[in-house]
């Protein structure tokens, strides 16, 4: 059973509440990736059709390459301010503070932004650290693993849904001309102000780090250090905080695999809150197609009973889209067919 509840005490103050809003714990499934692949396939497609996210173990991204990155973001944020803004934004990859987007969204985060290809990556480096040569093959050496991780998870979706062409996601997001991106994100413990000091409700405003969203690429591999404050939103507005897990990935769908499976899996909302003892460190990558890429479902999955939701569309087309809009705006309901 993949679905249990618990729900929390409202009465009590714990860091990840918010006020005011109906807050569930819940355990997202943990799928164990050595297990036999008919059941992996299925599992995963029961966590992509009922949650749009969940955790993978035994996933076979090596320790050490994961330490080496967690490394290099921690060495690069540490940094001062002025430093990092050497590796200042430009058409939003590098180094932002604060600044979410092009429309006015903010957070309490900062972050580098940084596009996949290998050759763009050794030349941003050398703004980003004093080792450049390090850390463009600790970030190489990731983004290999988890480009990996991430194709052997949509072949796995394909099977569990039993389409054909076993490649026809993983495909997109092996091409050379892929537009992957990564994304290290720092949010600073931010301690929670009670303004109210006789108020008999409790201080229970973690500030945002990354405002609510769907992710708009295909699929998006996560992992944090130990530090909670990431949460999803389920359908009846609830919102589910996410147990943090180093040892495990936390995998979501994103906008554009809800479009190419017909809207069976989910491209659920979620947001980042600051905690307000400890940073939060996070490294996610964002699995997207080549840029003229038509992203358009599979015909064995659209029948007489589910018929086409999305009219086909190249991925700049709906970046651009994403890009004009606001964070927590809605993307796909621009796609959909009458
Ligand atoms: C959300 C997922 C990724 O972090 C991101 C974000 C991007 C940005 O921070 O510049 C976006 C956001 C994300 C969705 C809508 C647009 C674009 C901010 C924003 C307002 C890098 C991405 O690709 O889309």
């Keep these: 059973c993949l679905r249990r509840y618990i729900i929390i005490d409202m009465v009590v103050a714990s860091p990840t509440q918010i006020h005011g809003e109906k807050l569930l714990a819940i355990e997202l499934p943990v799928i164990d990736l050595s297990g036999e692949r008919s059941m992996v396939s299925s599992l995963i497609v029961k966590a992509c059709e009922e949650y749009g996210f969940f955790k993978v173990k035994n996933h076979g991204v090596p320790h050490d390459i994961i330490a080496k990155m967690e490394n290099e973001s921690f060495n690069f944020f540490a940094k001062t301010f002025d430093e990092k803004q050497k590796a200042g934004l430009d058409n939003s990859f590098g180094y932002g503070c604060k600044n979410i987007g092009f429309n006015g969204d903010t957070g309490e985060v900062e972050y580098l932004l940084c596009n996949t290809n290998p050759l763009s990556i050794a030349e941003r480096s050398k703004t980003i650290s004093n080792d450049p040569t390090e850390f463009s093959s600790a970030m190489s050496g990731y983004i290999e693993a988890v480009r990996e991780l991430a194709c052997e998870l949509l072949d796995l979706m394909a099977e569990g849904l039993w389409v054909p062409d076993r490649s026809v996601f993983s495909r997109l997001i092996r091409d050379d001309d892929s537009d992957s991106i990564i994304r290290l994100n720092h949010y600073p413990a931010m301690p929670i102000l009670c303004k109210d000091k006789d108020s008999s409700s409790p201080c229970n405003h973690n500030k945002v780090g990354f405002g609510e969203h769907s992710d708009p690429q295909i699929l998006t591999i996560l ?9 999803i ?12 897990d180093p040892t495990a990935f936390c995998v979501n769908v994103g906008d554009l695999l809800q479009a190419m499976t017909n809207g069976r899996f989910v491209s659920v909302r979620h947001k980042a809150l600051t905690n307000s003892y400890k940073s939060r460190m996070s490294m996610a ?3 997207a197609p080549p840029l003229n890429a038509r992203i358009a479902v599979p015909p064995e999955m659209v029948t007489p009973i589910k018929p086409a939701l999305y009219r086909p569309f190249s991925w700049a087309e709906f970046k651009n889209a994403a890009f004009a809009l606001r964070l927590g705006d809605s993307r796909l309901g621009l796609f959909m067919l009458e």
């Design 233 to 244: 939103s389920l359908n009846d507005g609830a919102w589910v905080p996410v147990t943090p």
């Design 285 to 287: 990558y964002f699995a």
């Design 223 to 231: 992992r944090s250090n130990d530090v909670g404050g990431l949460q």
